[in-house]
């Protein structure tokens, strides 16, 4: 708990997949994803999340057995419910494996993850990964039903899918942006409720993420994207430094209200 108000603090997770994009595009070594978590690290972020798609468009294999050997943070592996990405995550074991939806013809994950129609598909996964002391989150969108499926899974993280409140607050959808971000708050208190810890990502910027961050249901935000693209302008450092400022503003704000 927050030492100021009775929120608790509000963890930041540094996707680093887009470093590896940019390395990916001349087929080197530079820049180095790992290099990248141990500045997220030193600059205030609390995890660090790679996702290993089938097609390995970014990440490799190697980054996972090198961001495990050297980084000093928990990793959060996002994978697809594949005996492929199953075996991986047995293998190397990292703090978390959060399930996501995975098409190859899809630029990033464009929705969440439909566990309500894929229970008995996805239930081994679930099974054998918390049989290992590995934590299971699933990226759902903020949807009662594929909330209530979560629980019944087992699941012990839920993470909201924020894309469709950042997209209507990036056209300027005021009416939309709102119903969207009450969404996500009503799934927040229904997942907290049914003991799920509660995280949300996906598409926030500086510019929607404190009201996101004021969400006091919510544990961690984990963002990408939008931190290695400023880091081209203001050095990755100042802009998860940037990201969590915002987040603690956010997180004050919510306390004083509580």
């Known amino acids: 708990m927050s030492k100021q108000n009775s929120v608790p603090y509000l963890r930041l997770g540094v996707n680093i997949d887009h470093v590896a994009t940019i390395r990916n595009a001349r087929g080197i070594r530079h820049?180095?994803?790992?290099?990248?978590?141990?500045?997220?690290?030193?600059?205030?972020?609390?995890?660090?999340?790679?996702?290993?798609?089938?097609?390995?468009?970014h990440i490799s294999d190697f980054d996972i057995a090198h961001l495990l050997q050297e980084i000093p943070l928990p990793l959060n592996f996002e994978m697809a419910a594949t005996d492929e990405m199953l075996e991986i995550a047995l293998t190397h074991k990292p703090n978390a494996c959060c399930i996501v939806p995975e098409k190859r013809e899809e630029v990033t994950t464009e929705g969440g993850l439909d566990v309500a129609g894929g229970f008995d598909h996805l239930v081994r996964y679930t099974d054998?990964?918390?049989?290992?002391?590995?934590?299971?989150?699933?990226?759902?969108?903020?949807?009662?039903?594929?909330?209530?499926?979560?629980?019944?899974?087992?699941?012990?993280?839920?993470?909201?899918?924020?894309?469709?409140?950042?997209?209507?607050?990036?056209?300027?959808?005021?009416?939309?942006?709102?119903?969207?971000l009450e969404r996500v708050r009503e799934a927040a208190i229904l997942g907290d409720a049914l003991g799920l810890e509660m995280?949300?990502?996906h598409g926030l910027t500086?510019?929607?993420?404190?009201?996101?961050?004021?969400?006091?249901?919510?544990?961690?935000?984990?963002?990408?994207?939008?931190?290695i693209g400023e880091a081209i302008f203001l050095g990755l450092p100042a802009a998860i430094r940037e990201m969590r400022r915002r987040m603690d503003i956010a997180r004050k704000k919510a306390g004083r209200a509580a």
Do not use: W
């Open 199 to 201: 995280h949300a990502g």
């Open 128 to 180: 054998e990964l918390r049989a290992k002391n590995i934590r299971v989150s699933l990226f759902v969108d903020p949807d009662p039903k594929q909330i209530e499926a979560s629980a019944k899974l087992g699941a012990d993280i839920v993470e909201l899918h924020t894309g469709a409140y950042c997209e209507a607050h990036e056209v300027r959808d005021m009416a939309k942006r709102d119903a969207e």
């Open 31 to 57: 820049p180095d994803p790992v290099r990248a978590a141990l500045l997220a690290s030193e600059a205030g972020a609390d995890g660090i999340t790679a996702h290993l798609r089938e097609d390995r468009r």
């Open 206 to 227: 500086f510019d929607t993420v404190e009201s996101v961050a004021a969400l006091p249901q919510l544990h961690e935000l984990n963002i990408g994207h939008f931190l």
